[in-house]
């Protein structure tokens, strides 16, 4: 029922820049609904990662960077690093539902 | 800072009803600031919100299990909780309990999360 489009996998060297985009419409990201950013590493619960389409928690490196634009928003992470490889996911609200949604989410790998 | 742990069984047969109960602690203003979500991740697959309750009792629920799912809050015991009914192998995932902070729109603190696995 994802209503917000990532791609499966994305992928970098360490110290390169990937980003992750997360597509949606005009009923989620295009009405001006707010895209968080939620990262989950392997076998643990997702921790939020940027709130507000580019704000950063206390606590999270500002390598991770948050964007938006009409329907799509975008994750980069700069200087990647071993410790970045997880899983990434998008989130928003839509209104034709009346709920949240969540990307379908992306599979950081370092190589 | 907001800690959630939930508790509940981790095997339930196929068309019974799944119960599970978040208990919340930590340093936090007040219970009653915050809408209480649940959230599932079935094995290998993406986030699912499933719905939250406010203080007061008023709940939001995710369309696609709406007529299956009720969610409860006991604010004297700083805990809230998810029924799922008619539950099929597709309910089996990893069942999350979190935060929102009133006002806003993402999930701010998450329980370490509980895998339910339906039997057929």
């Known amino acids: 029922q994802s209503v917000l489009t990532q791609p499966p996998s994305v992928s970098g060297a360490p110290g390169q820049r990937v980003t992750i985009s997360c597509t949606g419409s005009r009923s989620n990201i295009g009405a001006a609904y707010d895209v968080h950013w939620y990262q989950q590493l392997p076998g643990t619960a997702p921790t939020l990662l940027i709130y507000g389409n580019g704000n950063r928690p206390s606590g999270v490196p500002d390598r991770f960077s948050g964007s938006k634009s009409g329907t799509s928003a975008s994750l980069a992470i700069t200087g990647l690093q071993a410790e970045d490889e997880a899983d990434y996911y998008c989130?928003?609200?839509?209104?034709?539902?009346?709920?949240?949604?969540f990307g379908t989410g992306t599979k950081v790998t370092v190589l | 800072q907001v800690q959630l742990q939930e508790s509940g069984p981790g095997l339930v047969q196929s068309s019974e009803t799944l119960s599970l109960t978040c208990t919340v602690s930590?340093?936090?203003?007040?219970?009653?600031?915050?809408?209480w979500n649940w959230i599932r991740q079935p094995p290998g697959k993406g986030l699912e919100w499933i719905g939250y309750i406010f203080y007061n009792g008023g709940t939001n629920y995710n369309p696609s299990v709406k007529s299956r799912v009720t969610i409860s809050i006991d604010t004297s015991k700083n805990q809230f909780s998810l029924n799922l009914t008619s539950l099929t192998t597709a309910d089996t995932a990893v069942y999350f309990c979190?935060?929102?902070?009133?006002?806003?729109?993402?999930?701010?603190?998450w329980s370490q999360g509980t895998l339910v696995t339906v039997s057929s």
């Open positions: 989130q928003s609200y839509d209104s034709s539902l009346s709920s949240y949604v």
């Open positions: 979190a935060s929102t902070y009133s006002g806003f729109e993402y999930f701010q603190d």
């Open positions: 930590g340093d936090f203003v007040s219970f009653t600031n915050y809408y």
